[in-house]
């Protein structure tokens, strides 16, 4: 063979020896599905909605063995809207996620770049929102976030291998403000640990001036003290908070075709009133406590068909204004559900969701109910049914 064949012939294998070493897949969820909404702003609403179940999304993710154990890892997702072909997650290419790291068999992986905090990755499974819900059935205004409303931006993150069941995770985002070391910045820690049926974690998330820095993660511009990041009733009058801390555990027990599960958060909005985060039109100070509880159920009736059902309850201290305390608001919410499962990658499934509020919401108004991320009611009660069909490549 002469040189000129055996250059060729080398050509030839090189793609296929470097895909030997690494792969890169394409994957995604398409999600659709018909609401009616029993109250959204004084009306009743039907409509089409894009993700709901689960966020409908396409992505690549890649692995290239380094050697030793240790390999390089990338993800970059995109989230969209089937309905109108609009990007989600404030117009983002990549909003649900984009990291690059490094794994190791051994040691745990550390990713740099757009990610989810710990609450999200320790505790979100054991919400239903994260289960066979959907967005509809999370924490009113997904006040914890459980079901993972807010990413991370400029975040490094490390989890580690799991010993002898356990894991766990830390997260820091430098904020990025010249002569500031934690303005905007978040960091959070979480812990799992699995033994058998049992499944429990705990986790702990922390945000400096979150209207600007964290909350703003989601929306389509920057934001400023001047604007509101959150758009929910439940919490956009504590914009103005220095700081936005989660502290939260759960637990599931798995026996038979049957889960049962709990979760637990207790979410402070604490320094109201710092000007530098955030508008204060009502002069709240202090700290505005939410405290979150969710029960939920679900079990296999049949290879293809499971069922579920949850309560969640929601309680909101008051927080001082110059008129004197504010009243708390209250939030009950239940869900059911029903997945069928068509084939491995396709199946179609019915939510139905009813809440109700009472007490004095975030604006100092009398609460209303408010189904996370659907218009709020004009009232204190709403309801919502979703049929859908979801699509995994």
């Known amino acids: 063979m002469n040189k000129k064949s055996l250059a060729w012939v080398l050509a030839a294998a090189l793609p296929v020896m470097v895909h ?10 398409i999600d659709e599905g018909i609401n009616y909404q029993s109250n959204a702003g004084g009306k009743a609403l039907y409509n089409l909605s894009s993700g709901v179940i689960q966020g409908s999304r396409w992505g690549l993710k890649g692995r290239e063995d380094l050697g030793g154990g240790t390999a390089a890892i990338f993800v970059l997702e995109n989230g969209f809207d089937i309905n109108t072909g609009a990007l989600g997650q404030g117009g983002r290419m990549f909003g649900r996620q984009a990291y690059v790291g490094l794994s190791s ?3 745990g992986a550390l990713m ?4 989810y905090d710990s609450v999200v990755t320790s505790l979100g499974e054991f919400a239903v929102g994260d289960q066979w819900g959907g967005y509809i059935t999370a924490h009113p205004g997904d006040l914890d976030n459980f079901n993972n409303t807010i990413r991370t931006n400029n975040a490094i993150k490390y989890t580690s291998s799991s010993f002898a069941g356990l894991s766990f995770s830390g997260m820091y985002a430098p904020g990025g403000i010249a002569g500031s070391v934690t303005g905007n910045q978040a960091w959070s820690v979480g812990a799992n640990y699995v033994r058998g049926p049992l499944r429990i974690g705990a986790a702990y998330l922390n945000a400096r001036t979150p209207n600007a820095g964290f909350f703003s993660n989601s929306s389509s511009t920057a934001v400023t003290p001047a604007t509101v990041a959150l758009s929910s009733p439940v919490t956009t009058g504590f914009i103005s908070a220095h700081s936005y801390s989660v502290a939260a555990a759960a637990g599931a027990y ?4 049957a889960t049962v599960g709990v979760t637990y958060s207790n979410i402070r909005y604490a320094g109201l009133g710092d000007l530098s985060a955030g508008a204060n039109p009502h002069g709240y100070s202090g700290t505005a406590v939410f405290n979150n509880v969710e029960a939920n159920a679900s079990y296999q009736l049949t290879p293809a068909l499971l069922l579920g059902a949850a309560y969640d309850y929601t309680n909101g201290g008051g927080v001082s204004t110059p008129k004197g305390e ?3 608001a209250t939030y009950h919410q239940v869900s059911a559900g029903a997945d069928y499962s068509l084939s491995k990658r396709t199946d179609i499934y019915a939510i139905a969701v009813y809440q109700k509020a009472s007490g004095v919401d975030s604006r100092d108004s009398t609460a209303v109910a408010a189904v996370n991320l659907l218009t709020p009611s004009s009232n204190d009660h709403a309801a919502v049914v979703r049929m859908g069909v979801r699509h995994k490549f």
């Open 105 to 107: 068999n051994r040691y």
């Open 254 to 257: 798995t026996f038979g075709g």
């Open 112 to 115: 740099l770049g757009r990610q």
């Open 20 to 29: 030997a070493q690494g792969s890169v897949t394409l994957y995604g969820v």
């Open 326 to 328: 504010k009243p708390a």
